[in-house]
């Protein structure tokens, strides 16, 4: 299976901060990369696919990039509605995998 | 707007089965897959299955062979069965689409149902 780890487990900032965070699959998996936000208690939404094509809706002040092994979720100017939890999942190849996610405070 | 509606019970006795519906609301069924994951505050999100709405499944190996996944086109539902559960089958579980991309991969989970949380427990 294709492990994929994320970093930092928790990250805590302030609104109007620039938030990156990074996934790093255990090979390669070229561009086929998700990004999910999930806040408590709901299900996880599809925040960005492919490494870098925001979901309709997702507002432009979150960017994404990488490819191969190393990605990045980034935020430009943190909102206090961005608090969540962020996961980071490949599609390259079965079974699916997940990071173990970022709680972005 | 798609929308996935699932149930199943909540409380489970180890040994039992779990058996899981997810129904799509608005929305075409034909032409997507359907997925189970579940989550875990110790394994965070964990891929269970898939399935066509032709019926063609793809299972975690994790799951082998306890798992089935199956779909009621006439219902525009699908399910999951998970046998012989334990605790460690206590989690949220959740339904989601995969739509199909232009060049038939599957990419991404773009629609989840509202996730089901199950405890198994004697």
């Known amino acids: 299976d294709i492990q994929m780890t994320q970093s930092p487990s928790s990250l805590s900032a302030s609104v109007g901060d620039r938030v990156t965070i990074t996934c790093r699959a255990s090979?390669?998996?070229?561009?086929?990369l998700n990004w999910y936000q999930q806040k408590p208690g709901k299900a996880p939404k599809l925040l960005i696919h492919s490494v870098s094509t925001l979901q309709s809706g997702v507002p432009s002040r979150f960017i994404a990039s990488g490819s191969g092994t190393d990605f990045t979720l980034t935020i430009s100017s943190l909102q206090a509605e961005d608090c969540a939890t962020y996961h980071c999942q490949q599609s390259y190849t079965k079974p699916r995998t997940f990071g173990q996610g970022t709680n972005l405070e | 707007q798609v929308e996935l509606r699932q149930w199943g019970p909540g409380l489970l006795k180890p040994s039992e089965t779990l058996s899981l519906t997810c129904a799509v609301y608005v929305g075409s069924f034909s032409g997507n897959y359907w997925t189970w994951i579940r989550q875990t505050p110790e394994k965070g999100l964990e891929w269970i299955g898939e399935i066509s709405h032709g019926g063609s499944a793809n299972y975690n190996p994790s799951f082998k062979p306890r798992v089935t996944i199956s779909v009621d086109r006439s219902k525009n539902q699908f399910s999951l069965k998970l046998t012989s559960v334990t605790a460690g089958d206590t989690a949220t579980y959740y339904c989601a689409r995969i739509p199909v991309a232009t060049g038939g991969e599957l990419l991404y989970l773009d629609y989840w149902g509202r996730g089901t949380p199950v405890l198994v427990s004697s």
């Open positions: 090979q390669n998996i070229s561009h086929y």
